[in-house]
């Protein structure tokens, strides 16, 4: 008779008592909670025409870039989310991005690898985007970085305001 009130008040306790930060289905799964947190306001335009498979085949480039070297890759890369508005990237090797400083080397590597594309080279000549611009003007909506061990950094990319 009071098991249905005491399951009531056990769950209204545990919802109250949860974070109140959004629920995120990955974090666990691929990659621990972030430590670190940062808003991006992008300084560039979404581009027309984006959507989920756009954002797959771009992750796919990266994959086929990944593949193409002579040695082993030191991360994964991939999107996540209904409409693959994730992007998560994991180390697959101890002792890569297992720190803020080596995660941002990371992402500064990638915005040299960004502005090498075509497409960064008509968008944006006078090379002032980022990595992070890129996944904006994409559509992606935040990027995680994990050592996927104990470390992970998240930035979630905000609209520019001009």
């Known amino acids: 008779m009071y098991l249905p009130l005491i399951l009531a008040i056990l769950g209204l306790s545990a919802a109250l008592s949860a974070p109140a930060r959004a629920e995120d289905r990955h974090e666990g799964y691929y990659y ?5 947190m940062e808003d ?3 300084r560039a335009p979404v581009l027309d025409g ?12 990266i994959i086929r870039e990944i593949a193409s070297r002579p040695y082993p890759p030191t991360y994964a890369i991939f999107a996540k989310g209904g409409e693959a508005e994730k992007l998560i990237i ?6 890569f991005y297992d720190t803020l400083y080596r ?6 590597a990638m ?4 502005r090498s594309t075509p497409l ?10 980022t990595f992070f611009d890129l996944c904006y003007m994409l559509g992606f909506e935040r990027l995680t970085v994990t050592n996927g061990r104990e470390f992970s950094h998240q930035i979630r ?3 520019p305001k001009f």
């Open 32 to 36: 621990p909670t972030p430590e670190v």
């Open 40 to 42: 991006y306001e992008a």
């Open 50 to 61: 984006n959507g989920r498979n756009r954002r797959l085949a771009f992750v796919a480039g």
């Open 90 to 95: 994991v180390g697959v090797r101890d002792g």
């Open 103 to 108: 995660t941002r080397a990371l992402l500064a």
């Open 111 to 114: 915005t040299s690898l960004s």
């Open 120 to 129: 960064f080279q008509n968008l944006d000549p006078e090379q002032r985007y």
């Open 157 to 159: 990319f905000l609209r």
